[in-house]
């Protein structure tokens, strides 16, 4: 009964081997043992082949050429035979199989039987096929070269993005063995070039992992980045390995965000206006410089004092009120008019406006917009106007901005803009001549000169007209408009603002 057990446990043992057959043999080289494996890959069950010669699993040609006795033989006298080549299953088919033999012994060294250990190379076979053309398949999908080279220099491999451009800028195609570095390259890409890549691929061969932005002015502007990795076998390095992406789209918009980011700064810290950005605690983020010119402070001075220290007694409530306004409504700009005190000991007249954006993750602040409007304010109180009027003057002047394109005709407009022409925010992309038709008509022969004289000099604009919305409501504005350039100084574009001072009008 313990012999038993331990039968039922070897049984279980090799019945749960995967991947490899397990027979067992008598010194006859009649069939004893038989596990799940091998009947997976013969095709025959236990109770099919136990009891019979193990020739029955050769092929008819195989038994003529009395292969099995040669393998018993080879095994009974070196102590295991091997086998690789084609085999049979049950059903006819043919697999290629790698067979080894081992005789078992007795205490007296005597062969008492055989082991046969039998793997299925088409598995593996198929799964190694299966890898290879699903990686080549994603290597050769990638828009990235992907290339390696050997410590000569030589193409060990590379992707068809790497054969195609390679053979559009030299002309010359490539195979695996040939050096990367072949003079015969140096006509797309010039001698300097390549002894560039040398200094690249030696670095990698000596260890060194690292990415390099490459910029390339002809034939056409373009920016790659290239990534260069040593190729090991356990300590020793053996090959680089190269990948390079083509990074131009992304590049040109970052100079169009860089582009962009200075325009509008130079149109913030030229005008009137001041800009801060506060957290949602109320610290100071950010201040333009032209805080000077409406408190006196340059803007590292401002960035370090309580603004709560300058507010004025009466007003510190509302601007309490103001920001918890604006905290509660994102994006909804929130207006204040109140006083400050500047750095020389004056109060000023300061309108602001707030605007939430929080959940903006390029600010993540409160942006608040204001100005000195006192020089206003103490001619409201001279001409002691009605309350109302007084209330309406109040209000700050809302500007919008906007850019021209000139290589496509198009201006697009801020949302502000769009309601300054009491338009809704959707309807923001429109052309010179739809602008020209919200010109009041007393003002479209003066509006042309200017835009016609400053075409001639390249000269910003600076200048006052009325509009006249969709509905017949018509609006002052105040615009300022600056030419945009290329690198030749040929004009691009042209951005600029709008206030709508049509309250100041009626003040």
């Known amino acids: 009964m313990k012999y038993a057990n331990k039968e039922g446990g070897y049984q279980n043992m090799i019945d749960n081997i995967d991947d490899f057959a397990i027979i067992q043999l008598d010194e006859k080289g009649i069939i004893t043992n038989w596990n799940k494996e091998a009947e997976k890959i013969k095709g025959y069950n236990s109770g099919e082949v136990i009891g019979n010669n193990f020739k029955m699993l050769f092929s008819q040609e195989e038994q003529e050429k009395l292969l099995p006795e040669r393998l018993l033989e080879e095994a009974r006298e070196k102590g295991k035979a091997t086998y690789n080549g084609l085999s049979v299953r049950k059903d006819g088919t043919i697999y290629w199989t790698d067979s080894v033999f081992t005789s078992l012994y007795d205490e007296a060294k005597k062969v008492i039987g055989f082991t046969k250990i039998i793997r299925d190379l088409n598995v593996t076979k198929n799964q190694i096929e299966f890898e290879h053309n699903?990686?080549?398949?994603?290597?050769?999908?990638?828009?990235?070269?992907?290339?390696?080279?050997?410590?000569?220099?030589?193409?060990?491999?590379?992707?068809?993005?790497?054969?195609?451009?390679?053979?559009?800028?030299?002309?010359e195609t490539i195979n695996k063995g040939d050096c990367v570095l072949n003079p015969e390259f140096s006509q797309g890409f010039g001698r300097e070039k390549l002894n560039v890549y040398q200094h690249y691929y030696d670095q990698a061969l000596a260890g060194k992992t690292f990415t390099i932005i490459e910029y390339t002015a002809l034939p056409f502007e373009r920016w790659n980045e290239i990534?260069?990795?040593?190729?090991?076998?356990?300590?020793?390095?053996?090959?680089?390995?190269?990948?390079?992406?083509?990074?131009?789209?992304?590049?040109?918009?970052?100079?169009?965000?860089?582009?962009?980011?200075?325009?509008?700064?130079?149109?913030?810290e030229n005008s009137d206006n001041a800009v801060a950005i506060q957290s949602h605690t109320g610290k100071l983020i950010y201040v333009s410089p032209n805080v000077y010119k409406v408190l006196g402070y340059t803007d590292i001075e401002f960035m370090q004092i309580d603004i709560s220290s300058i507010v004025h007694p009466d007003d510190m409530l509302p601007g309490t009120e103001l920001l918890e306004?604006?905290?509660?409504?994102?994006?909804?700009?929130?207006?204040?008019?109140?006083?400050?005190?500047?750095?020389?000991?004056?109060?000023?007249?300061?309108?602001?406006?707030?605007?939430?954006?929080?959940?903006?993750?390029?600010?993540?602040?409160?942006?608040?917009?204001?100005?000195?409007?006192?020089?206003?304010?103490?001619?409201?109180?001279?001409?002691?106007?009605?309350?109302?009027?007084?209330?309406?003057?109040?209000?700050?002047?809302?500007?919008?901005?906007?850019?021209?394109?000139?290589?496509?005709?198009?201006?697009?407009?801020?949302?502000?803009?769009?309601?300054?022409?009491?338009?809704?925010?959707?309807?923001?992309?429109?052309?010179?001549?739809?602008?020209?038709?919200?010109?009041?008509?007393?003002?479209?022969?003066?509006?042309?000169?200017?835009?016609?004289?400053?075409?001639?000099?390249?000269?910003?604009?600076?200048?006052?007209?009325?509009?006249?919305?969709?509905?017949?409501?018509?609006?002052?504005?105040?615009?300022?408009?600056?030419?945009?350039?290329?690198?030749?100084?040929?004009?691009?574009?042209?951005?600029?603002?709008?206030?709508?001072?049509?309250?100041?009008?009626?003040?």
């Open 134 to 171: 699903n990686l080549h398949a994603l290597i050769n999908n990638l828009k990235g070269m992907m290339w390696s080279v050997d410590k000569d220099y030589k193409l060990i491999t590379s992707n068809r993005a790497f054969g195609e451009v390679l053979k559009k800028i030299s002309g």
């Open 227 to 268: 990534s260069f990795q040593p190729i090991r076998k356990g300590d020793e390095i053996y090959g680089a390995a190269c990948y390079s992406q083509d990074i131009t789209e992304k590049k040109i918009a970052e100079e169009k965000l860089k582009s962009n980011e200075q325009r509008f700064r130079a149109l913030i």
């Open 325 to 507: 306004k604006a905290l509660e409504n994102l994006g909804v700009p929130v207006h204040f008019t109140g006083r400050k005190r500047h750095k020389n000991g004056d109060w000023r007249w300061i309108e602001a406006t707030v605007t939430n954006m929080l959940n903006n993750p390029g600010i993540n602040g409160l942006v608040t917009n204001f100005r000195d409007v006192t020089p206003k304010k103490l001619a409201e109180e001279k001409l002691k106007h009605s309350e109302s009027r007084l209330i309406q003057a109040q209000k700050i002047a809302h500007f919008g901005s906007w850019e021209l394109d000139f290589s496509t005709g198009i201006a697009l407009w801020s949302d502000e803009h769009c309601k300054i022409f009491g338009l809704p925010l959707s309807d923001n992309k429109h052309s010179y001549k739809s602008w020209l038709s919200f010109i009041h008509p007393d003002d479209l022969e003066y509006v042309m000169k200017v835009i016609t004289e400053s075409e001639t000099t390249h000269s910003n604009m600076n200048f006052y007209h009325r509009i006249v919305r969709r509905d017949g409501t018509i609006r002052h504005i105040h615009l300022f408009a600056n030419y945009e350039f290329k690198n030749n100084r040929i004009p691009a574009g042209l951005y600029g603002v709008a206030y709508d001072i049509t309250d100041i009008k009626k003040a």
